[in-house]
T-cell receptor, first 111, second 112 residues
């Protein structure tokens, strides 16, 4: 079982729709959860981080964490073509402090 | 002002050569990382240093040797390059080991 799993996509959504990106992780000691966006040919950049169960909102982005189900998601409201990128889920385990990335989900927002 | 910089941006070399990639951060962060992103875009951690001390060393061939002369710099030296080493190598830094990471622009290494 992979430590951090994401569907590689592509996930296609029409402009203005909600894009829902999902990530599951295997280690129950996981403590910190990050979503990075990576445009083609560029480096990853942080979108959101979440540490506690529940929702965290920042503008059009909402991160959701459910530690019991070992599940973290990212919702993008009012999706724009400029949101088209690969979204990487990253997880840090307590104590070890190693960050593990998922394979990333490629999002395509269709105008 | 570039927060995390890497040189060179592109590196094309022959099998068997030795090469180095340099990384510098001006964010005052304590922790620095090297990642490899292969052709399938999977981002895998290779090494992590905290205040010049190696804290993570993943299963990486010993042809790869990181060096941290001070906490603002983390260089990567690769001996006897192989075809499979072709990838994009990213340097990153964070304030602490559990904090968000800031990535450099990447170094695209091509081994012929």
């Amino acid at each position: 079982q992979k430590e951090v799993e994401q569907n590689s996509g592509p996930l296609s959504v029409p402009e203005g729709a909600i894009a829902s990106l999902n990530c599951t992780y295997s280690d129950r000691g996981s403590q910190s959860f990050f979503w990075y966006r990576q445009y083609s040919g560029k480096s990853p950049e942080l979108i959101m981080f979440i540490y506690s169960n529940g929702d965290k909102e920042d503008g059009r982005f909402t991160a959701q964490l459910n530690k019991a189900s070992q599940y973290v998601s990212l919702l993008i409201r009012d999706s724009q073509p400029s949101d088209s990128a690969t979204y990487l889920c990253a997880v840090i385990v307590v104590g070890y402090q190693k960050v593990t990335f998922g394979i990333g989900t490629k999002l395509q927002v269709i105008p | 002002d570039t927060a995390v910089s890497q040189t060179p941006k592109y590196l094309v070399t022959q099998m068997g050569n030795d090469k180095s990639i340099k990384c510098e951060q001006n964010l005052g962060h304590d922790t620095m990382y090297w990642y490899k992103q292969d052709s399938k875009k999977f981002l895998k951690i290779m090494f992590s240093y905290n205040n010049k001390e190696l804290i993570i060393n993943e299963t990486v061939p010993n042809r790869f040797s990181p060096k941290s002369p001070d906490k603002a710099h983390l260089n990567l030296h690769i001996n006897s390059l192989e075809l499979g080493d072709s990838a994009v190598y990213f340097c990153a830094s964070s304030q602490g080991r559990g904090d968000e990471q800031f990535f450099g622009p990447g170094t695209r290494l091509t081994v012929l």
